[in-house]
Nanobody, 124 residues
Framework: QLQLVESGGGLVQPGGSLRLSCAASGFTLEDYAIAWFRQAPGKEREGVSC????????NYPDSVKGRFTISRDNAKNTVYLQMNSLKPEDTAIYYC?????????????????WGQGTQVTVSS
């Protein structure tokens, strides 16, 4: 059974850093595109970053470019999201999602498996 489990969220001050992890089980990570989405209260789910099965990566909102970095360790079946210079507007629940198509996109509908989410709160 395909499963994704996020970890690494928490409370951090503005300007701080967090590294989120997405541990996959039940499938071979290297065959899938893995994306991070986030959803703040009252807002739609937003694509943040994605790594394709070929190893390419994309960051979607201009607001995270240069601050967030996605990476994957296929041997550990884990994808990471390094978040630096965090801002209060980064506060959200962060989800990882997998697509068997292997290609990245910033829309949720192509991703067929989702984790339960991890809360990130940026506040002083």
């Amino acid at each position: 059974q395909l499963q994704l489990v996020e970890s690494g969220g928490g409370l951090v001050q503005p300007g701080g850093s967090l590294r989120l992890s997405c541990a996959a089980s039940g499938f071979t990570l290297e065959d899938y595109a893995i994306a991070w989405f986030r959803q703040a209260p009252g807002k739609e789910r937003e694509g943040v970053s994605c790594t394709s099965s070929s190893g390419g990566s994309s960051n979607y909102p201009d607001s995270v470019k240069g601050r967030f970095t996605i990476s994957r360790d296929n041997a550990k079946n884990t994808v990471y999201l390094q978040m630096n210079s965090l801002k209060p507007e980064d506060t959200a629940i962060y989800y990882c999602a997998a697509s068997s198509k292997g290609l990245c996109a910033k829309v949720p509908r192509i991703f067929n498996s989702w984790g339960q989410g991890t809360q990130v709160t940026v506040s002083s």
